[in-house]
């Protein structure tokens, strides 16, 4: 009897043994790097219609992401300054309209950081005068969070050739 339960367990372990696990999937570069423009396409759509939640759900929630406007003094660092920034920014314009070209967005190995850069014309109603910037430039660092991908660093740039004054 010891003989035949040998006989079944040794095959059964050199079976079981044999089996090479089932190897992990490589991450899909293509399918991420495609959420995250769409992302970008939120944080325009975003601003053209002056959504604030809709904003704060393309940002991470943390107190330590950064947006670095246009004058050397723009460092905001954390959710809450950056909201109400765009808040003031929101009060003070109407009528935006966002295009974006040149758009470049690369992945890192494991599909959880990204970087991107894209150039945007803004144009809008400030002051009730029409309103139209060429050129800026739009880059930063977005993390695939638990809930989906979020900016956790951005900067916006001016052309030299632009002339905005205070």
Same mark, same amino acid.
């Given at each position: 009897?010891?003989?035949?339960?040998?006989?079944?367990?040794?095959?059964?372990?050199?079976?079981?043994?044999?089996?090479?696990?089932?190897?992990?999937?490589?991450? &899909?570069?293509?399918?991420?790097?495609?959420?995250?423009?769409?992302?970008?396409?939120?944080?325009?759509?975003?601003?053209?219609?002056? &959504?604030?939640?809709?904003?704060?759900?393309?940002?991470?929630? +943390? +107190?330590?992401?950064?947006?670095?406007?246009?004058?050397?003094? &723009?460092?905001?660092?954390?959710?809450?300054?950056?909201?109400?920034?765009?808040?003031?920014?929101?009060?003070?314009?109407?009528?935006?309209?966002?295009?974006?070209? &040149?758009?470049?967005?690369?992945?890192?190995?494991?599909?959880?950081?990204?970087?991107?850069?894209?150039?945007?014309?803004?144009?809008?109603?400030?002051?009730?005068?029409?309103?139209?910037? +060429?050129?800026?430039?739009?880059?930063?660092?977005?993390?695939?969070?638990?809930?989906?991908?979020?900016?956790?660093?951005?900067?916006?740039?001016?052309?030299?050739?632009?002339?905005?004054?205070?």
């Amino acid at each position: 009897m010891k003989t035949k339960i040998v006989l079944f367990i040794l095959p059964f372990l050199l079976i079981v043994g044999c089996n090479r696990p089932t190897a992990v999937a490589p991450p &899909d570069t293509a399918a991420e790097t495609v959420k995250v423009e769409n992302l970008l396409e939120k944080y325009v759509i975003a601003s053209e219609n002056q &959504d604030c939640a809709m904003m704060e759900s393309i940002w991470s929630p +943390e +107190e330590d992401i950064m947006l670095i406007g246009t004058d050397s003094k &723009d460092r905001l660092v954390g959710w809450k300054v950056i909201k109400r920034a765009y808040l003031n920014q929101f009060s003070l314009v109407t009528d935006t309209y966002i295009s974006v070209s &040149d758009q470049y967005i690369r992945m890192n190995a494991d599909c959880n950081t990204a970087w991107f850069s894209q150039v945007m014309k803004y144009n809008f109603i400030f002051e009730g005068a029409a309103q139209s910037f +060429e050129g800026l430039r739009f880059t930063g660092v977005v993390t695939k969070k638990a809930d989906g991908w979020k900016i956790v660093q951005a900067h916006l740039s001016v052309p030299a050739n632009l002339n905005i004054s205070k």
